[in-house]
């Protein structure tokens, strides 16, 4: 089991890396420069610092999940408050992709449907991958 | 620096980490989100409400980890990194307010650019000193 999650750690981090990559292009996917020009100065600084910070967030994970594997599966109390987390937040990830955005807005392409999908997909593995490191650390492991 | 002074450092950026989701919230009709917000489409709205709750989650987390168990970030290997995370992020916040941000805003409210300029760098500064200190 504990090399199942393992390798189930790898997937969460190269997917979290392939994510992270992904992400620069979505301003220029969603038009976002254009959408932004009638905001006024001090918001759009805003929106891109906090776009940055949420990115940044996630670069982190990954380096987690790719970088301290043996730590999140060797059953500690921070190891299942840190997976807890990290669960929590794309959770809340996840219901904004079903419940929370308007993506009217997007494009109906064949390339942003199966972006969609796949970014749908890798938020649902996170969320369930890291409930499951949740379970292992709280005696799962045992 | 020793132990004990780490932890109590800790625990004031923890408090810190307090006010800032507090002024996240006084900053919302401040700064006219809503109304600034209301002519842009709906998912540039979701986007901004987003990433804010985002960054008040993670900041709320923060909070928890200073406050409740602060040794934590103090423990070898782990703790270090996200010791190091948070002295990168705070100490960028440094870098984003005083290049990127408008010069002709800052002014308006000098009192508060100042005020969480010092915050920022006081953050920065203290999870650098947990990040180089070894148990």
Not at chain 1, 76 to 102: H, K, N, P
Not at chain 2, 32 to 58: D, E
């Amino acid at each position: 089991m504990k090399e199942l999650l393992n390798y189930g750690l790898l997937f969460a981090g190269f997917g979290l890396t392939a994510l992270v990559i992904a992400s620069l292009w979505i301003p220029k996917v969603l038009g976002w420069k254009e959408k932004l020009k009638d905001l006024s100065p001090l918001i759009k600084e805003l929106w891109w610092t906090y776009s940055f910070y949420v990115w940044a967030s996630n670069c982190f994970f990954a380096v987690l999940a790719l970088g301290f594997r043996e730590w999140f599966l060797g059953g500690s109390s921070s190891a299942a408050a840190m997976a807890g987390f990290i669960c929590f937040w794309w959770s809340v990830r996840v219901y904004l992709q079903f419940f929370g955005f308007d993506f009217d807005e997007v494009e109906d392409t064949g390339g942003n449907r199966i972006a969609k999908l796949l970014l749908t997909l890798l938020f649902l593995y996170l969320m369930i991958f890291f409930a499951i490191i949740l379970w292992w650390n709280l005696g799962g492991a045992r | 620096m020793n132990m004990e002074t780490t932890l109590i450092l800790l625990r004031l950026a923890g408090l810190m980490c307090l006010g800032l989701i507090v002024a996240n919230f006084v900053a919302a009709p401040r700064l006219g989100y809503a109304r600034n917000l209301a002519g842009s489409g709906n998912l540039v709205r979701q986007i901004f409400y987003v990433h804010c709750g985002y960054i008040v989650l993670l900041i709320t987390a923060l909070a928890v980890l200073c406050l409740g168990w602060p040794q934590l970030l103090l423990a070898e290997g782990m703790g270090q990194v996200v010791s190091g995370f948070f002295t990168v992020f705070w100490g960028s916040r440094v870098v984003v307010q005083l290049t990127y941000y408008d010069k002709t805003e800052r002014r308006k409210e000098r009192f508060w650019d100042l005020f969480f300029l010092l915050v920022f760098f006081t953050l920065a500064a203290i999870f650098a000193t947990a990040t180089s200190s070894t148990p």
